[in-house]
């Protein structure tokens, strides 16, 4: 377990994301879902059972990205926003990102010789709330991965200062 900004990220890592549990596919509220349109590809995640208590203290964090040939030296990051949209008429919310834009990359002179390494480029990931009894739906265009975590607090706080 990793600790970060008082957060933990739970050893359960990062998954890939046609399938976030066993039956993602049989989930009973998916059918509210529609399938992914053209060009696009819907990832479901369903996340472990906690109770609505438990839950508050935990968050999912989404990241999409492509696995790409990359020089090993550079920092790469793709353009790629995941937005949060109401599924009309039933009161869910799903996650949708539009297009992936161009990978972007600090400029540092690389050696020559270095060989080029293959690596997952991510956009910018978003974190949602945790809710057990409803899947995460993401529709991502082709060819492009899921990826997500679980982060949950140490249940500590810490006191602010005046200042």
Excluded at 49 to 59: S, T, V
């Amino acid at each position: 377990m990793i600790k970060l900004n008082g957060f933990r990220i739970l050893t359960v890592g990062i998954f890939l994301g046609l399938s976030g549990g066993a039956g993602a596919a049989d989930h009973k509220e998916l059918k509210a879902f529609p399938e992914a349109g053209e060009g696009k590809e819907r990832f479901v995640i369903v996340l472990p059972h906690k109770e609505r208590g438990e839950e508050d203290a935990f968050k999912v964090e989404l990241v999409v990205g492509k696995v790409m040939e990359t020089d090993g030296v550079n920092s790469v990051r793709l353009g790629a926003e995941i937005k949060t949209m109401p599924l009309k008429g039933w009161g869910y919310t799903y996650y949708e990102v539009e297009k992936v834009g161009p990978a972007i990359s600090t400029l540092i002179g690389v050696p020559p010789g270095t060989p080029k390494v293959k690596r997952f480029v991510a956009g910018q990931p978003i974190q949602i709330r945790y809710n057990s009894r409803l899947p995460i739906v993401v529709y991502v265009p082709e060819g492009c991965e899921l990826r997500y975590r679980i982060w949950t607090a140490n249940g500590e706080f810490g006191a602010a200062e005046k200042g």
